[in-house]
């Protein structure tokens, strides 16, 4: 097991790679097929892992362009990881950009941006991130997580049915379990979203804990959050 660094001592480590596979690939922990050029983290002893199950589905892609903005985020998000695609022409790993958390991403550009600026941006990433959703999915699985959990903060059901449906993710929302709308898969994708944000879980793994340590030590924090969101 990993010694627990106090939260004081909490540090960012090095961002963690991300890579966009040219083969047809398979979740080594949930047994997820991802498909041809799936976004997936490769870990010591465990393989190639989704970003479900590297517990980066939370995080928002920007790509390589604009250097102040990527610094800003880079800087501004406790969790990151840069993605990373290999070119056959040059043989070898290219970066593409960043994952980074959305708060940190809308900081960036509010930093580096006029105002309606801004909004352009954000509108544009607004528009990319519903092309890519099942809205239909999105609604049934919003409902499903309000009537589980009726004490959830206003629109959070929402975000949770976003999160599990996003194309590179690979969370539980492209499985039949969750697309039937199975309590189980419906009480994962609520834990997850608790984990990453009500708790300082994101701090943790990015400070190098080990994931289940990292569990572990907000598991209470977790729990408690749940029984109050069922409690409505």
Not at 83 to 106: H, M, P, T
Not at 174 to 187: C, G, H, M, N, Y
Request: hydrophobic share 35%.
């Amino acid at each position: 097991m990993s010694s627990k660094p106090s939260k004081s001592r909490i540090k960012k480590s090095e961002d963690i790679k991300v890579f966009i596979s040219h083969r047809d690939s398979k979740c080594d922990e949930c047994g997820e097929e991802l498909g041809r050029k799936a976004w997936i983290t490769l870990r010591e002893g465990k393989g190639a892992l989704c970003l479900a199950c590297s517990e980066l589905e939370q995080l928002v892609f920007l790509p390589t362009g604009d250097a102040a903005l990527t610094r800003r985020a880079r800087k501004h998000s406790v969790l990151s990881a840069v993605v990373l695609k290999f070119s056959k022409a040059r043989r070898r790993y290219e970066r593409q950009g960043l994952l980074v958390e959305e708060n940190a991403l809308d900081k960036a550009e509010s930093e580096c941006l006029a105002d309606a600026e801004a909004r352009e941006r954000r509108a544009d990433r607004q528009r990319e991130r519903q092309a890519e959703l099942d809205r239909n999915f999105v609604e049934e699985f919003s409902k499903r997580v309000r009537v589980l959990f009726p004490a959830c903060p206003a629109k959070r059901e929402v975000q949770i049915a976003e999160y599990a449906c996003r194309k590179y993710s690979g969370r539980i929302g492209r499985s039949a379990a969750a697309k039937d709308f199975d309590e189980t898969a419906v009480l994962l994708a609520v834990v997850a979203h608790i984990r990453h944000r009500e708790t300082n879980y994101d701090e943790l793994l990015a400070a190098e804990w080990d994931r289940s340590d990292a569990r572990s030590q907000v598991r209470g924090q977790v729990d408690e959050i749940l029984r109050g969101w069922q409690s409505g």
